[in-house]
């Protein structure tokens, strides 16, 4: 089941939703301001995260702005105004889904399990499969989601997860930034080159000596050395 960051100062809407989720088998994790959502993100890298615009400290939009500095977790946004929508989704560091206040707890349920098949799916397409993976050093699960470095696990968001899981499971292959932005994170996603790049200068950092197997191809894009 998924770790979801509920970001409400409105507490008791705050504590509703958690206990939803917790009936659904999720672990729920909550915060009433900005800056502690930023905090409890960077410890906890939940898998999606619920956040609501109108917040004490820093508001929703600057929050999801420096979340996706780091990691590319769904994120689902709460809007006090239809018309607000808009913004939400067309920024550069958009929404991937919104809901306008008040909305039914069902309603909202729904889009949660939403997002999190197509996180699954997404996950499953760039695996190619689930049969776990040992190159050297690296072990991966696809099933399980675990990836480890030496018998030691290391937290991945989702978009370095599936990025390494592409790389490692064709070894040798170089595969062009196009290619990688196009499945990793569809033809659809408006952003450029660059967002291959940082995510991949992370994933090397985050896998210490494994992450030197992770070759620039110049000109190209990527390749995972056998
Ligand atoms: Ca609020």
């Known amino acids: 089941m998924a770790t979801i960051l509920i970001v409400e100062d409105e507490h008791e809407l705050?504590?509703?939703?958690?206990?939803?989720?917790?009936?659904?088998?999720?672990?729920?994790l909550v915060a009433h301001?900005?800056?502690?959502?930023?905090?409890?993100?960077?410890?906890a890298a939940p898998d999606l995260v619920i956040l609501d615009w109108m917040l004490p400290g820093l508001d929703g939009l600057t929050v999801m702005r420096r979340l996706r500095e780091r990691s590319t977790v769904p994120v689902l946004m709460l809007t006090a105004r239809d018309d607000e929508a808009d913004r939400v989704l067309g920024l550069e560091v958009g929404a991937d889904d919104y809901m306008t206040k008040p909305?039914?707890?069902?309603?909202?349920?729904?889009?949660?399990?939403?997002?999190?098949?197509?996180?699954?799916?997404?996950?499953?397409?760039?695996?190619?499969?689930?049969?776990?993976?040992?190159?050297?050093?690296?072990?991966?699960?696809?099933?399980?989601?675990?990836?480890?470095?030496?018998?030691?696990?290391?937290?991945?968001?989702?978009?370095?997860?599936?990025?390494?899981?592409?790389?490692?499971?064709?070894?040798?292959?170089?595969?062009?930034?196009?290619?990688?932005?196009?499945?990793?994170?569809?033809?659809?996603?408006?952003g450029g080159d660059r967002t291959v790049d940082t995510h991949i200068v992370r994933l090397r950092r985050k896998l210490g000596e494994v992450g030197e197997r992770i070759s620039t191809v110049w000109g190209v894009g990527y390749r995972f050395e056998g």
């Open 33 to 43: 301001d900005g800056p502690t959502a930023l905090i409890i993100a960077a410890q």
């Open 103 to 190: 909305f039914s707890l069902r309603e909202l349920m729904a889009r949660v399990r939403a997002m999190l098949r197509r996180v699954e799916l997404l996950t499953r397409q760039a695996g190619d499969g689930a049969a776990p993976l040992a190159l050297g050093q690296l072990h991966l699960d696809p099933l399980a989601r675990r990836v480890e470095v030496g018998g030691a696990p290391v937290e991945l968001t989702v978009k370095e997860y599936e990025l390494l899981l592409l790389l490692a499971r064709h070894p040798g292959r170089s595969f062009s930034r196009a290619y990688l932005l196009d499945h990793i994170w569809g033809a659809d996603y408006e």
């Open 14 to 28: 705050a504590a509703l939703v958690r206990r939803q989720l917790e009936g659904e088998g999720h672990a729920a």
